[in-house]
């Protein structure tokens, strides 16, 4: 299918054939008909993209820090590399269109194929043939409503917020400073709650068109003498509320806001403004300042818009889903006119011309612009592509290792990419992504097979030798599960799942498939593999007594709404993170876990991935994991120490590490985490076989006891590491490798 995408890094737009997304439960796909460009949004976007490497640093000095933050800890190079891979990637466009349903999700009630809808959403109402949108971000098109006037719907309900927050009633004047496609869309809204409106521009023909739209009177923004107009008008009050869409870094719109309000007056911010508050006018007046967050309560909220959780309307009547519907029954109900504001049309395949006018490089007057999609469903629908690359890179020797990679976010890209490069004898034959667009673009660099959009292509494909997973936490169980039954050699990023009943029926498939040798399964546990961690191991490794083992992590915050603290996708920081760490204790140890105890700090932080855990080994050896997300970024991130038979061993890192025995001292440095050694490792088994580099039953006696942590937080008491069918220690299914 054909989708608009900007390439970050060089600012380069253009209209890419990518494979059709798939559809999820909680949704549904949908064939576009038209989608708005929001001239605002999308020109701030679109200019950002295209800036040098100093002007993004300029306008975001926040990810500035981090960066500085990051070469601090991981050294220049590696922090330029980590930069210039987060840049150079597609970025689809656009938020607002219309279309008819194709298909809908497993749990999905709501919508049938056929149904006509409006959808809304950054990242899910793309400028493309087709959309995959979860369906609180989708309503039906009401009767009388054209696909056309139904693509306003995420504009127009940014409007509608915008008037709810300004709590105008029937009576009151407002005024809307900036009268573009929100603004304009704004003033019919007023007009159609009985409310007298004042409009502001600079640009004269967006001043008529508001007075067309039954505005009382309209000001330009350059007339010094239009706030004593208003205030004239309003019988010398001012205005009782002052709406501003305009889109600026001038603090112009704030500071005429505060000229035109009257005492105790409400302004409300919904456009992109500077906000430099002068304080005479908002302390002498009392004026209250409201911010209007887009389409409504559900923004940004994983759990409204991800996963389909409705607020009730009797605690929340507006949500972003009924704003939208409520904006479209007023187009319905010709209380708005959407048709006047669309100024130019365009195929989807001459996007560029639309963009010119966005980005001023062509000088037409524009207000609404849409694109158009005609294609037949059967032209777009295709899942596999393959990508247009240079014919000496699509050879590939018998010899190599064919393998599929899915997923290709950022540690895909930084780390698991790079590593598999280097090695000759592997080929990335295919790549799959959930949206296919960025699977397009790493299939493209490494002269991949094909990419698609469902993974399911790549497991069933009969020439693919192995895997590669670096997807959300939720997909790993899933894609294993798969993995074994297609017979395939798979390595999947930590961790292997994400709850108790995935690793049972892994476990289950695992022994079923033994009568035809066992699967092969790995987990980007690269911690064992690092240079450091095997001459701690190779020092301990005849020692007669148990050992003590102390792992602390600074692990550093991550924000609430990030998706690995999410229980569907991610599965929380435990469960994804610390397994790292209790694999390390296992290796070095050489012995199970069989009993854990934690504790985390209550308080702390609302979320919990503030821990201390206390694990038992089959050996009798013991380890303590301090695992926090509230101390200092200056703490390097990661500090082990192990004691033994007169023996102290200190890793700084994966920098340094000292031995000390007795009087002597040994240190060494450098060598890494261990992912380019544990892909190597991995890609030699899977290509030769002989044992594996991870034995089965430690990989699942780690996942159990990052389990049993969470059991034993909840209970306040120590837990057992178990698995439903093993005895402790494993059973004749661990053995068979």
């Given at each position: 299918m054909k989708q608009i995408l900007q390439n970050y890094r060089t600012g380069e737009l253009g209209v890419h054939d990518v494979p059709a997304p798939l559809c999820q439960a909680g949704g549904i796909l949908v064939q576009n008909a038209c989608s708005l460009i929001s001239a605002g949004t999308e020109r701030s976007s679109v200019s950002l993209a295209r800036t040098s490497l100093i002007g993004k640093a300029l306008k975001r000095p926040d990810l500035v820090r981090k960066v500085l933050e990051k070469a601090r800890r991981d050294g220049i190079g590696s922090t330029y590399r980590s930069v210039m891979e987060r840049l150079d990637q597609y970025v689809p466009l656009g938020y607002s269109c219309s279309g008819k349903v194709l298909e809908t999700g497993e749990d999905e009630s709501d919508f049938r194929p056929g149904d006509l809808v409006a959808c809304a959403g950054a990242g899910y109402a793309n400028h493309a043939e087709m959309i995959y949108v979860p369906w609180n971000l989708a309503v039906r098109v009401p009767h009388g409503v054209d696909l056309r006037e139904a693509a306003f719907v995420t504009v127009g309900a940014i409007a509608l917020q915008g008037v709810r927050r300004s709590e105008a009633v029937l009576g009151e004047w407002v005024a809307v400073i900036g009268l573009g496609l929100l603004g304009l869309i704004t003033v019919q809204l007023l007009r159609a709650a009985g409310c007298l409106v004042a409009g502001v521009d600079p640009d004269p023909r967006k001043l008529e068109m508001a007075r067309t739209f039954g505005a009382s009177c309209v000001f330009s923004a350059d007339d010094s003498l239009a706030s004593d107009e208003i205030r004239a008008r309003t019988e010398g009050r001012g205005v009782d509320s002052c709406i501003i869409t305009a889109a600026t870094t001038s603090n112009d719109p704030v500071e005429k806001a505060a000229e035109v309000c009257r005492d105790r007056g409400r302004v409300v911010v919904v456009g992109a403004v500077r906000m430099d508050l002068p304080r005479p006018p908002f302390y002498e007046k009392e004026l209250e300042l409201r911010l209007s967050r887009s389409y409504g309560p559900g923004r940004y909220d994983p759990a409204y818009e991800a996963h389909g959780i409705d607020y009730p309307p009797g605690y929340v009547r507006w949500t972003e889903r009924r704003n939208m519907e409520s904006f479209l029954q007023l187009v319905a109900d010709k209380r708005i006119n959407l048709t006047s504001l669309v100024t130019h049309e365009f195929p989807v395949e001459e996007a560029k011309r639309a963009y010119d006018l966005v980005s001023g490089e062509s000088k037409d007057w524009y207000v609404g612009i849409l694109l158009s999609y005609s294609r037949d469903i059967s032209d777009i629908q295709e899942r596999r592509l393959s990508p247009q690359i240079s014919g000496d890179r699509r050879i590939v020797g018998p010899d190599l290792l064919r393998i599929g990679l899915i997923g290709t976010g950022n540690f895909a890209r930084g780390t698991l990419i790079p590593a598999l490069e280097k090695m000759k004898d592997v080929h990335i034959q295919a790549v799959a992504s959930a949206s296919g667009v960025s699977a397009k673009l790493v299939?493209?660099?490494?002269?991949?097979?094909?990419?698609?959009?469902?993974?399911?292509?790549?497991?069933?494909?009969?020439?693919?030798?192995?895997?590669?997973?670096?997807?959300?936490?939720?997909?790993?169980?899933?894609?294993?599960?798969?993995?074994?039954?297609?017979?395939?050699?798979?390595?999947?990023?930590?961790?292997?799942?994400?709850?108790?009943?995935?690793?049972?029926?892994?476990?289950?498939?695992?022994?079923?498939?033994?009568?035809?040798?066992?699967?092969?399964?790995?987990?980007?546990?690269?911690?064992?593999?690092?240079?450091?961690?095997?001459?701690?191991?190779?020092?301990?490794?005849?020692?007669?007594?148990?050992?003590?083992?102390?792992?602390?992590?600074?692990?550093?915050?991550?924000?609430?709404?990030?998706?690995?603290?999410?229980?569907?996708?991610?599965?929380?920081?435990?469960?994804?993170?610390?397994?790292?760490?209790?694999?390390?204790?296992?290796?070095?140890?050489?012995?199970?876990?069989?009993?854990?105890?934690?504790?985390?700090?209550?308080?702390?932080?609302?979320?919990?991935?503030?821990?201390?855990?206390?694990?038992?080994?089959?050996?009798?050896?013991?380890?303590?994991?301090?695992?926090?997300?509230?101390?200092?970024?200056?703490?390097?991130?990661?500090?082990?120490?192990?004691?033994?038979?007169?023996?102290?061993?200190?890793?700084?890192?994966?920098?340094?590490?000292?031995?000390?025995?007795?009087?002597?001292?040994?240190?060494?440095?450098?060598?890494?985490?261990?992912?380019?050694?544990?892909?190597?490792?991995?890609?030699?088994?899977?290509?030769?076989?002989?044992?594996?580099?991870?034995?089965?039953?430690?990989?699942?006696?780690?996942?159990?006891?990052?389990?049993?942590?969470?059991?034993?937080?909840?209970?306040?008491?120590?837990?057992?590491?178990?698995?439903?069918?093993?005895?402790?220690?494993?059973?004749?299914?661990?053995?068979?490798?």
């Open positions: 299939a493209e660099r490494l002269g991949s097979g094909y990419c698609t959009s469902d993974y399911r292509e790549i497991v069933k494909d009969p020439e693919m030798s192995a895997l590669v997973a670096a997807t959300r936490h939720n997909l790993h169980g899933p894609l294993v599960l798969e993995a074994l039954r297609e017979k395939k050699a798979i390595f999947v990023e930590k961790p292997l799942c994400i709850s108790m009943g995935e690793l049972t029926a892994i476990v289950r498939e695992f022994d079923k498939g033994l009568e035809d040798g066992p699967g092969r399964v790995m987990v980007g546990f690269n911690r064992r593999f690092a240079r450091q961690t095997i001459a701690v191991r190779d020092h301990f490794k005849d020692r007669k007594s148990p050992l003590q083992m102390l792992y602390r992590v600074n692990a550093g915050h991550i924000p609430p709404d990030h998706w690995v603290h999410d229980p569907v996708q991610g599965g929380g920081r435990i469960v994804g993170e610390v397994c790292h760490f209790v694999d390390w204790m296992q290796f070095v140890s050489g012995a199970p876990p069989v009993r854990v105890f934690a504790r985390d700090a209550k308080g702390a932080a609302p979320l919990p991935d503030n821990l201390c855990a206390v694990l038992e080994f089959a050996d009798g050896s013991c380890g303590t994991i301090l695992y926090s997300a509230s101390g200092s970024s200056a703490i390097p991130k990661e500090h082990v120490e192990v004691y033994g038979e007169g023996s102290t061993a200190v890793i700084h890192d994966f920098r340094k590490t000292v031995i000390l025995s007795g009087r002597r001292a040994r240190t060494s440095t450098g060598g890494g985490k261990g992912h380019a050694e544990e892909l190597a490792a991995f890609v030699r088994w899977a290509r030769l076989g002989g044992d594996a580099p991870i034995p089965w039953r430690e990989l699942v006696w780690t996942t159990a006891a990052v389990f049993a942590i969470l059991e034993s937080l909840k209970a306040g008491e120590a837990r057992e590491v178990r698995i439903p069918g093993w005895e402790k220690g494993g059973n004749s299914a661990c053995d068979a490798e």
